[in-house]
């Protein structure tokens, strides 16, 4: 069945650290895919998205590259600050039929100064 | 601005109690879903509604129902054979550019049982 898998948080950085947040999927078809972000009591705000292999989404200083061949979407910054501190989710939407986004748990980011 | 709505943003329910969550968008989007969060997991979708007078089933709609009079509104229902309301309710509508569908959300609605 369609699934999603993220890195359990809470992932813990210092600010200015280097951030990867790990996602893999499985889903039918050919997924485009999303990251969204959560800040605390409110709801998801889309962050990047890519729709096609080798296409990489960037938005805020936060990429993620489509692995088609690793079925991944793994998110990273190079610098993060403490206003980054949010729940990340990984979500790919399937293909065919009824599009459909799949949530995962989410992982949650702490930075702190 | 454009935007999506929902109100109100916290909501208590009684027991034995229906409730409706109000959700407008003005973006002139033709899809808007429902979706439920809890704790510390992910959003788990109730209905959506991919057109005007239509809409279907999620994943988990017993104990909830939906309107789509108007491409601008769609509301929830939480009605009394839902037994564990309580959770942080999330609606979202869609747009579809070259062929590609993105999703985006309002400010949640959080739902408490007295």
């Known amino acids: 069945g369609n699934s999603v898998t993220q890195m359990e948080g809470p992932v813990t950085l210092s600010e200015e650290a280097f951030l990867t947040i790990n996602c893999t999927y499985t889903?039918?078809?050919?997924?485009?895919l999303f990251w969204y972000v959560q800040y605390p009591g409110e709801g998801l705000q889309l962050l990047l998205k890519a729709t096609k292999a080798d296409d990489k989404g960037s938005n805020k200083g936060f990429e993620a590259t489509y692995r088609k061949e690793t079925t991944s979407f793994h998110l990273e910054k190079g610098s993060v600050q403490v206003s980054d501190s949010a729940v990340y989710f990984c979500a790919p939407r399937t293909s065919g039929g009824y599009n459909k986004l799949i949530f995962g748990a989410g992982t949650r980011l702490a930075v702190h100064p | 601005d454009g935007g999506i709505t929902q109100s109100p943003k916290y909501l208590f329910r009684k027991e034995g109690q229906n409730v409706t969550l109000s959700c407008e968008q003005n973006l002139n989007h033709d899809a808007m879903y429902w979706y439920r969060q809890d704790p510390g997991q992910g959003l788990r979708l109730i209905y959506y509604?991919?057109?005007?007078?239509?809409?279907q089933k999620g994943d988990i709609a017993e104990g909830y129902s939906v309107s789509r009079e108007k491409k601008e509104s769609f509301p929830l229902t939480v009605t009394s054979a839902q037994k564990n309301p309580t959770a942080f309710y999330l609606c979202?509508?869609?747009?579809?550019?070259?062929?590609?569908?993105?999703?985006?959300f309002g400010p949640g609605t959080r739902l408490l049982v007295l």
């Open positions: 889903a039918t078809g050919y997924p485009s």
């Open positions: 979202a509508s869609s747009k579809v550019v070259s062929g590609q569908e993105t999703q985006y």
């Open positions: 509604s991919q057109i005007v007078n239509d809409f």
